[in-house]
């Protein structure tokens, strides 16, 4: 059936391709987010948009409020975000454990940016991530500055992508994470910026936080020996009636 509808569709012209996985990364997620009735999305660690586009692609039509430290990858964030009028874009600051200033290291490839020093690892496995510049940005908490956005009685979800940071984020969102459905982060499987946690201490503390992990999907992989570096991990906080269910099954 579908290789008719294929075929029917490629007479006029129309090549017809079918959500999946290999075809939209996001796809899984929006069915998590479907399934768990998600209607907001903080995106913490935005660069130009890309998850947000990525995530309007395969159907969510909550609210999105996203978060650029880098200036021009905010600037072009904006750009991006204008036509949705469900997508806002939080003024320019980096995601952290404080609210002050703090030093952003600018990679040659802009989504590799972080607060921390990059190890020899990373830069090894992807030459074009080095650092190339700094700039002094705002860091805010994002207790500080969320929960102006959010509407009563919301199912928000957090997304992290913040290169090695993500420790220092949570530890920022103590009272957001109480009642969020879900995160998804970074979970780097081995050291690619000097001092982050890794993968097997954010899972830890997002089980003691009430979360359970649900889905793994690959990330950055060196392309020169195959390893896998880093993937997202996506972490829902289930109903107790759910988790029971999942124990006896």
């Not at 030459?127 to 002094?136: C, T, W």
Request: proline share 4%.
């Amino acid at each position: 059936m579908l290789s008719l509808i294929k075929k029917t569709f490629r007479r006029f012209g129309v090549e017809v391709s079918f959500l999946s996985t290999r075809t939209k990364p996001r796809y899984d997620l929006s069915r998590i987010l479907e399934t768990f009735q998600v209607d907001f999305i903080y995106d913490i660690g935005a660069n130009v948009g890309q998850f947000g586009s990525e995530i309007r692609e395969v159907g969510f039509k909550g609210e999105i409020v996203s978060f650029e430290p880098l200036p021009d990858a905010h600037q072009q964030l904006l750009h991006k975000a204008s036509g949705d009028a469900k997508w806002t874009v939080h003024e320019q600051c980096a995601i952290g454990d404080q609210d002050g200033e703090v030093d952003l290291n600018i990679s040659g490839n802009s989504v590799s940016s972080s607060i921390l020093p990059m190890s020899e690892t990373h830069e090894q496995a992807a030459a074009s991530s080095a650092y190339i510049d700094k700039a002094r940005v705002p860091l805010k908490k994002l207790d500080s500055v969320s929960k102006g956005y959010l509407p009563k009685g919301s199912r928000y979800f957090i997304k992290i992508d913040t290169q090695g940071f993500e420790w220092q984020v949570l530890d920022g969102a103590k009272d957001l994470l109480k009642d969020a459905i879900g995160v998804q982060v970074e979970l780097s499987l081995v050291e690619l910026y000097n001092g982050q946690r890794l993968w097997v201490d954010i899972i830890s503390r997002l089980e003691k936080e009430g979360f359970s992990l649900w889905m793994i999907q690959p990330g950055f992989t060196d392309p020169g020996n195959g390893r896998l570096l880093q993937c997202d991990g996506t972490f829902i906080r289930l109903p107790r009636v759910m988790k029971c269910q999942i124990l006896l099954s």
